[in-house]
């Protein structure tokens, strides 16, 4: 996708990964806290490497490091994929939105700017016309952080998705949608 990187506003900056990130990548992506919320995960080093290689790699998908000051405190991206049609092919992309933070620095802002800084660009630069995230109902910080970046909640599917603790989890959808392409109701 035709994202400008890197993307910042003065204090988080989104770049692409690159062949030294895996470590500290891997740092955080172990963590029970953030296994917790993603649908992957990795234990080693090359797992690591071999997850951020083929994301990398693929023309449908944006995996952006999120840093401070140089630092790699998160990732945000998803991939594009066709929204669906009754008819002719659509003009515009749809994107499905995630993002991870470290543990240790919740609570600082980071994701809130991280979606602040890529939603826009999705839409201008990468032609998305509409950002869906998924996040679990329990997982209100990371509702707050597409709320106040305005998403919308769109629903929420009751005992969806089978946690890793064998408990069943609602699913809540959000979505961004280019003004380009609102419609009225």
């Given at each position: ?58 023309t449908d998908v944006v995996m952006g ?75 209100q910080a990371s509702i707050r952080v ?40």
């Amino acid at each position: 996708m035709d994202i400008t990187w890197p993307l910042s506003d003065g204090r988080v900056s989104i770049r692409p990964f690159g062949d030294g990130d895996a470590a500290a990548f891997l740092e955080y992506w172990q963590l029970p806290e953030c296994q917790e919320y993603t649908s992957h995960t990795v234990a080693t080093l090359e797992e690591a490497r071999a997850f951020l290689s083929e994301r990398t790699a693929r023309t449908d998908v944006v995996m952006g490091a999120l840093t401070i000051d140089g630092q790699v405190v998160g990732d945000i991206g998803g991939r594009r994929y066709r929204p669906e049609t009754l008819g002719p092919d659509p003009h515009g992309w749809d994107f499905y939105l995630g993002y991870t933070v470290r543990p240790d620095r919740w609570g600082q802002g980071i994701a809130s700017s991280a979606v602040a800084l890529l939603t826009p660009a999705l839409h201008h630069d990468g032609g998305i016309r509409r950002v869906v995230a998924k996040a679990f109902s329990r997982n209100q910080a990371s509702i707050r952080v597409l709320l106040k970046n305005g998403f919308e909640l769109e629903g929420t599917e009751r005992a969806a998705v089978l946690g890793r603790d064998g408990t069943w989890l609602d699913d809540c959808t959000l979505a961004h949608l280019d003004p380009r392409f609102a419609v009225s109701h």
